[in-house]
């Protein structure tokens, strides 16, 4: 089992229906939960995600298979269950650190800011993921396979770990009794994606908390979160998502005047700036009561063709997942090509042209929305 497209493509509808089912029960409590642009934003970012990891993850875990199989220090059996008992806490382990530095280093924040860059929290949002995440993250992983974890184990573990993360992305359920702080919830998980001072880089385990207890990172939720990213990403692009940051640093490494700083940027701590590009392009600091929650669209009719590309994009994605071990390499480009520039079609048919108004709406004391100075 080298590759999760089939587990990926089994679980689709499954998600779309959970998500259907958070929407009525929104509705039936009156609470605003979902925004059209944001939810076909998110998801868009899953399926690019998806379509980009069908040419990306597969090399990474034959790696992870042939450093196993070459080099591992110990042999276990797939067949035994403490060998996936034993490799789902040490993967967990490895995740939370994985998680961790993602939210720590400019380069890692760069491939998972996308997941937070929503203003929304619903199961919409748990399907906005970074691209280039799992692909960059694997040699965190690769200690794994020295200690003999077996492929299949490997792959099997980390997906359902991330298929266990999609119903923390909640806030219709409360918090939950007894497994509060000792498994990743929704209350748990929520303190986790906001921006306000008391959660930010918090609660980073994905399954077990226990890690955040062990090394100080473990939060409660106590006062109304706000959700999304502290340099906000207001755009509905769920391709140019997982290069903003990126460009942004970029651009701030250019201008830098030392060397080292053009390096440094790079891996210095998120948010991180050369002291002389402070200086010539200074931003302003964060002040959570001046959030705005970025909700403007063209219009209904634009939406709908917003909607029909997304539909597109999506049988596109599914006829890449679902037929990849028989199309020719050319033929899984062609359809890569046809998701994303459909996914590009469906942001331009949602952005709002720059002198429209309505940019931005003052954030709801209860809800909230925005995360970090990065």
């Not at 591992?72 to 994985?98: E, K, P, R």
């Not at 959570?288 to 634009?302: E, I, M, N, P, Y």
């Amino acid at each position: 089992m080298l590759d999760n497209n089939a587990l990926v493509a089994a679980a689709t509808p499954v998600f779309f229906a959970l998500i259907a089912l958070e929407l009525w029960v929104a509705r039936r409590r009156r609470v605003p939960a979902y925004a059209l642009a944001d939810s076909l934003a998110s998801i868009g970012c899953g399926v690019w995600t998806v379509t980009v990891e069908v040419f990306t993850k597969a090399a990474a875990v034959l790696l992870f298979a042939f450093i196993e199989q070459r080099y591992a220090l110990l042999h276990f059996d797939a067949g035994n269950w403490l060998t996936w008992v034993m490799f789902f806490v040490l993967l967990d382990f490895l995740y939370y650190w994985a998680h961790r530095w993602s939210h720590e280093i400019n380069f890692l924040w760069g491939v998972h800011s996308p997941h937070h860059q929503s203003e929304e929290y619903n199961l919409s949002t748990a399907l906005r993921q970074g691209a280039f995440q799992d692909t960059v993250h694997m040699p965190i992983f690769l200690p794994l396979a020295l200690l003999g974890c077996p492929v299949e184990v490997f792959i099997t573990v980390l997906t359902f770990s991330k298929f266990y993360q999609f119903w923390i992305h909640t806030r219709m359920i409360a918090k939950v009794p007894l497994i509060e702080g000792i498994l990743n919830t929704p209350s748990a998980h929520r303190a986790h994606h906001a921006v306000n001072d008391i959660y930010l880089d918090r609660n980073y385990g994905a399954t077990l908390m226990i890690w955040d207890r062990l090394f100080g990172t473990w939060v409660d939720e106590t006062e109304p979160c706000v959700y999304g990213v502290r340099k906000p990403f207001h755009s509905w692009n769920p391709v140019w998502a997982q290069f903003s940051w990126f460009a942004d640093v970029w651009r701030d490494a250019g201008r830098a005047r030392r060397p080292v700083d053009r390096l440094a940027i790079w891996w210095r701590r998120t948010g991180w700036r050369p002291a002389d590009v402070v200086q010539s392009d200074p931003q302003a600091p964060f002040v959570l009561a001046d959030v705005k929650h970025f909700s403007a669209t063209r219009g209904r009719k634009w939406a709908v063709a917003a909607v029909a590309l997304f539909v597109l994009a999506a049988i596109l994605n599914n006829i890449l997942l679902t037929q990849v071990s028989t199309l020719s390499l050319t033929l899984k480009i062609a359809l890569a090509a046809g998701v994303t520039l459909t996914l590009v079609a469906m942001a331009a048919a949602l952005q709002p042209r720059a002198k429209q108004g309505k940019q931005a709406q003052p954030v709801p004391a209860a809800i909230s929305t925005s995360r970090r100075e990065t």
